[in-house]
């Protein structure tokens, strides 16, 4: 019973940190960034980048027999030579994340086609947050 308990308010497995989420949102975003400017053979002058998030809800199921955590919200867009329309409109996300090898290390795990129509796969893709890396300044 304690361990439901531990479970249910987030001590055994929280809720990721927020840059981590921020983390996943625009490594996704800079994915489709990228496959749209080399469909229209152009380069960006200046990206769009995420901004004001605001998680929904969160919980923690299991995908390929290892705990993920859903994390669901919405955010804005900021920059990348966006109207004001389009920084103003609310977009939704839905995420799932992993723990990595060691503790402050987040997987980002996105469906992919698979051969047959029994299971879907996942791909489970590092997550680089903004500051890790740069080297740490020693003193």
């Not at 496959?35 to 995908?63: C, K, N």
């Not at 804005?76 to 109207?83: A, D, F, P």
């Not at 799932?96 to 987040?106: C, E, I, N, V």
């Amino acid at each position: 019973m304690l361990c439901l308990s531990l479970l249910g308010c987030g001590l055994i497995n929280p809720r990721p940190p927020r840059a981590v989420v921020e983390g996943a949102i625009a490594q996704k975003l800079a994915q489709t960034q990228t496959v749209l400017y080399r469909q229209f053979s152009s380069a960006p002058t200046d990206r769009a980048a995420v901004g004001r998030i605001r998680i929904t809800d969160h919980h923690w199921s299991e995908i390929a027999r290892q705990p993920t955590v859903e994390v669901a919200g919405t955010y804005h867009l900021k920059g990348g030579n966006l109207t004001n329309a389009q920084r103003s409109q609310t977009r939704d996300f839905d995420i799932y994340l992993q723990r990595g090898a060691t503790k402050d290390q987040w997987l980002l795990l996105e469906p992919i086609s698979a051969q047959s129509e029994d299971a879907l796969q996942w791909q489970a893709t590092p997550l680089l947050i903004a500051g890790e890396d740069k080297p740490e300044n020693p003193g």
